[in-house]
């Protein structure tokens, strides 16, 4: 137990006594009582909690965790109430929860993100970014994507509707659009099959285009042409009116509006930006005396007006997309948990479950081993196994905590006694004590299968697929498990639905 200080104490008060001080040292005298207060007080607070042995502590901890996987506070409060006690209580709760699967697979963490950065275009039509959308249903002239490439600049946008996604399909569109406005510079897309292919890439490397690709299942890499996708969608479904397969008709207007409208990055209309004019109204023109341009300006005029354009005007449009850029980098961190520095290699973190369906899947997986961390800011991970992930995996997909990590992890060391898993075959035991037989891969001889209870899996993953396959949507809820290839079926027409026998309930 904890001694009791020897200071006179009533009701809960602590009496201390006057000492007369000159006004030079009032106020480290006063800070100094308050100290000596507060110190006396919080060993009072723990005056009568015991302290047990460091060898039953975490073994305390996990029993009060494993009652409902509740949080720090939690497991905290109840020790407390079991009247125990010891110095640094709570990073001993932090360290032992950082280390329970369950609740890094599901708890809700804080993710963090590297410092912004914004692409910068030096002049109009350097840089494009492009992405597909899809309205949900075929126009009624055969189309069901549109295709939307706006200018880093300018936020000039240039909208397509095509029939597919085919290489083909975006090649011929992209000849179509950089063969008029010219060939860019830069040119910025997601990973999809559509724009990585050897059509597309045949063509970047003939026109000498810098192709760049953002991470997978990271739409924060083309934020731009996801902003402007969802722009024209909801732009266009205001004008439907309930005809759906309408949509095509509206496009044009759609992109013209896009067009003329105030971009917020500039201030500016990009119809004005790109064309150094204003859009001319919808007003009636058949009254008015148009003026020869030849009457307005001579090559002296022609030349000042260009000269201006690139001496005055373009650098003016670069500084305000910097400061507006460097606002809203400002307002992210406030909102944002910042990453300046990057996590140590050899950490041992949990990543977004970027497949999650539905709420009963894990919302976080892992965990993995941060391999490298590439020039991007983006990490390279291993999995349990020692192999590493397919992909390059950003910041804010990444679940790091200091408690799980007070030191590097070597690779052996987390790879150890690991193998992976081909499949699920067998099941025994209760609900919540179930044993599976796992068919190991790289292990064909059916002897060699194990049983291994639930908390043997890194992940549910196989455990789902098992008992999808055993009884379908009664153990995966609406969502049934498809296999690879699907068939595609015809509905049922109406005759063949009347032809068939109704069902009655038993």
């Given amino acids: 137990r904890v001694a009791r200080p020897t200071s006179p104490i009533r009701n809960g008060n602590v009496k201390v006594k006057a000492t007369p001080i000159t006004n030079g040292s009032a106020s480290s005298a006063s800070s100094t009582q308050l100290e000596e207060q507060e110190l006396i007080l919080r060993t009072l607070k723990f005056s009568d909690y015991i302290t047990p042995p460091a060898s039953d502590r975490d073994n305390m901890i996990i029993s009060q965790h494993l009652v409902g996987h509740f949080g720090i506070k939690h497991v905290e409060n109840a020790i407390h109430k079991e009247g125990f006690h010891w110095k640094n209580i709570r990073k001993d709760i932090e360290r032992i929860l950082a280390d329970c699967i369950e609740c890094n697979k599901y708890n809700i963490a804080k993710e963090g993100y590297h410092p912004f950065r914004s692409p910068k275009a030096d002049q ?21 994507f549109i295709f939307v490439l706006t200018d880093y600049f300018t936020r000039f946008t240039v909208i397509r509707c095509i029939p597919d996604k085919h290489a083909t399909t975006i090649a011929r569109e992209m000849l179509q659009v950089f063969s008029l406005f010219g060939w860019p510079k830069q040119l910025t897309s997601d990973r999809g099959a559509e724009w990585v292919n050897e059509v597309v890439n045949t063509m970047m490397e003939i026109s000498g285009i810098d192709k760049r690709l953002s991470l997978a299942y990271n739409p924060l890499g083309n934020s731009t042409s996801e902003s402007f996708i969802k722009l024209t969608k909801s732009t266009t479904i205001k004008l439907l009116k ?34 150094n004019r ?84 894990e919302r976080y997986e892992g965990p993995f081993l941060i391999h490298n961390v590439t020039d991007k800011g983006t990490y390279t991970l291993m999995d349990k196994t020692g192999a590493l992930l397919s992909r390059d995996v950003p910041t804010h997909h990444i679940i790091y905590k200091a408690a799980a990590n007070p030191a590097p992890t070597s690779a052996s060391d987390f790879t150890e006694n690991h193998y992976e898993i081909q499949a699920v075959v067998d099941h025994k035991g209760s609900p919540g004590h179930y044993l599976y037989r796992v068919h190991w891969k790289g292990y064909d001889d059916p002897s060699e299968d194990t049983w291994e209870p639930a908390d043997s899996f890194d992940s549910t993953k196989h455990i789902e697929i098992y008992w999808g396959r055993r009884n379908g949507a009664k153990a995966t809820g609406k969502r049934r498990l498809a296999p690879q290839t699907v068939n595609l079926r015809k509905a049922a027409t109406s005759n063949n639905k009347r032809g068939r026998p109704r069902k009655h309930r038993s």
Wanted: with cysteine.
């Fill in 124 to 144: 109009p039509l350097d840089h494009w970014c492009m992405d597909l959308g899809d309205m949900g249903v075929t126009s009624s002239f055969g189309n069901n």
């Fill in 242 to 275: 309930g005809k759906r397969d309408h949509w095509e008709h509206y496009i044009p207007w759609v992109n013209y509006c896009i067009n003329v409208k105030y971009a917020r990055l500039h201030k500016s209309r990009p119809y004005t930006l790109l064309f």
């Fill in 278 to 361: 204003q859009p001319n109204g919808l007003t009636d023109y058949s009254k008015v005396e148009p003026t020869p341009a030849s009457e307005l300006a001579d090559d002296i005029a022609v030349n000042k007006r260009y000269q201006f354009v690139q001496d005055v005007l373009i650098p003016a449009i670069s500084k305000r997309i910097l400061e507006t850029q460097n606002t809203d980098h400002a307002n992210f961190a406030k909102s944002h948990k910042i990453i300046t520095k990057p996590y140590p290699i050899g950490s041992k973190v949990m990543i977004k479950n970027v497949n999650r369906q539905n709420k009963l899947d």
